[in-house]
């Protein structure tokens, strides 16, 4: 499981320093700033993933009576 937070993790670390880091460079950030964004981008993007995980498995569970293990949902 942890392993599968860490790729959650990293993946939203790639997409922030993809999609922000020209802004922030343009804006001449310093280094400080600019690590804590990405770390702010990474730990948002896992927050939202399991935002996803909890709603699917609350849709599965009370919509459509399946029972699915939240832990089949992260992996």
Do not use: H
Request: hydrophobic content about 65%; overall charge positive; charged content about 10%.
């Amino acid at each position: 499981m942890r392993v599968a937070f860490a790729l959650i993790f990293l993946a939203g670390l790639a997409d922030g320093l993809g999609t922000q880091s020209v802004v922030l460079f343009v804006n001449k950030v310093g280094r400080r700033s600019f690590a804590l964004n990405l770390l702010g981008a990474g730990l948002f993007y896992l927050l939202s993933a399991l935002c996803w995980i909890f709603s699917i498995w609350l849709v599965a569970r009370y919509a459509l009576d399946v029972s699915i293990a939240p832990l089949a949902l992260i992996r």
